[in-house]
T-cell receptor
Framework: KAGVTQTPRYLIKTRGQQVTLSCSPI?????VSWYQQTPGQGLQFLFE???????NKGNFPGRFSGRQFSNSRSEMNVSTLELGDSALYLC???????????????FGPGTRLLVL | AQTVTQSQPEMSVQEAETVTLSCTYD???????LFWYKQPPSRQMILVIR??????QNATENRFSVNFQKAAKSFSLKISDSQLGDTAMYFC???????????FGQGTTLQVKP
C-alpha cells in the first residue's frame, strides 16, 4: 500500500496570508490527525478527523481549521499567518476498527511551512 | 491531562552496543497505548514499537524492545546491536483509547558512532 502523502512538501508564505495543506491517508484508513512540530514546542496535536467529522481538537487558535472529505483525504487551513506558524506540519492516518482502542498512526513526510 | 517526559535530550552509543532511552508519563486512565517513533534527518516519523497498557508482556520488534512498568508509569526503549541507521530523534508517545490524539515527549536525539 502507498503511504501517507502530503502536499506541498515545502511552502513559503508571508504574514497575513492563508495556506491550505493537503493529506491523503493510506488506502482504507478513515482517521486523519494533524500535528505541528516546532523546535520550541515540539510535537503538538492540532485535530483529528474521522468520517468527515472532527473528533478531537488541540489547543490552537481558531485560525487553524481542517476538514475531511468522503474519500478520507484531509486538508488543514491556517488563516492570517503569523511568524510563529513556521513549522513542520505532519499528518497521520490510522484505521479505526469498531471505534475501539487506539490504532497505530502512520505519518506522512510533512509539509514544511516558512512564514516570512 | 496526560504528560509525557523524556529526560535525556541527547545520547550517544557505539555501533553494535546497547542503549536504553527513558520515558515516563502521567495519566489517570487505565486503558491506553504507548508508542516509540523514530524521526531521522529526513523528518519522516517512523513507528518503532507499540505497547498496549492492558498487556503485561513487553513488546519487542527485532532489535527493539521496551520495558513497560505500568505502576511506575515508565516506558523505556532498548536498542540492541545499535546500527548507524539508528541515528535519529526518538519520540515517546501516549495515546488514549478511542481518540486519534497522541501526546509526545520532547524527544531524545540518539547518535550511533562507528
Amino acid at each position: 500500500k502507498a503511504g501517507v502523502t502530503q502536499t506541498p512538501r515545502y511552502l513559503i508564505k508571508t504574514r497575513g496570508q492563508q495556506v491550505t495543506l493537503s493529506c491523503s491517508p493510506i488506502s482504507g484508513h478513515r482517521s486523519v490527525s494533524w500535528y505541528q512540530q516546532t523546535p520550541g514546542q515540539g510535537l503538538q496535536f492540532l485535530f483529528e478527523y474521522f468520517s468527515e467529522t472532527q473528533r478531537n481538537k488541540g489547543n490552537f487558535p481558531g485560525r487553524f481549521s481542517g476538514r475531511q472529505f468522503s474519500n478520507s483525504r484531509s486538508e488543514m487551513n491556517v488563516s492570517t499567518l503569523e511568524l510563529g506558524d513556521s513549522a513542520l506540519y505532519l499528518c497521520a492516518s490510522s484505521s479505526i476498527v469498531g471505534l475501539a482502542g487506539q490504532e497505530t498512526q502512520y505519518f506522512g513526510p510533512g509539509t514544511r511551512l516558512l512564514v516570512l | 491531562a496526560q504528560t509525557v517526559t523524556q529526560s535525556q535530550p541527547e545520547m550517544s552509543v557505539q555501533e553494535a552496543e546497547t542503549v536504553t532511552l527513558s520515558c515516563t508519563y502521567d495519566t489517570s486512565e487505565s486503558n491506553y497505548y504507548l508508542f516509540w517513533y523514530k524521526q531521522p534527518p529526513s523528518r519522516q516519523m517512523i513507528l518503532v514499537i507499540r505497547q498496549e497498557a492492558y498487556k503485561q508482556q513487553n513488546a519487542t520488534e527485532n532489535r527493539f524492545s521496551v520495558n513497560f512498568q505500568k505502576a511506575a508509569k515508565s516506558f523505556s526503549l532498548k536498542i540492541s546491536d545499535s546500527q548507524l541507521g539508528d541515528t535519529a530523534m526518538y519520540f515517546c508517545a501516549f495515546g488514549s483509547s478511542n481518540t486519534g490524539k497522541l501526546i509526545f515527549g520532547q524527544g531524545t536525539t540518539l547518535q550511533v558512532k562507528p
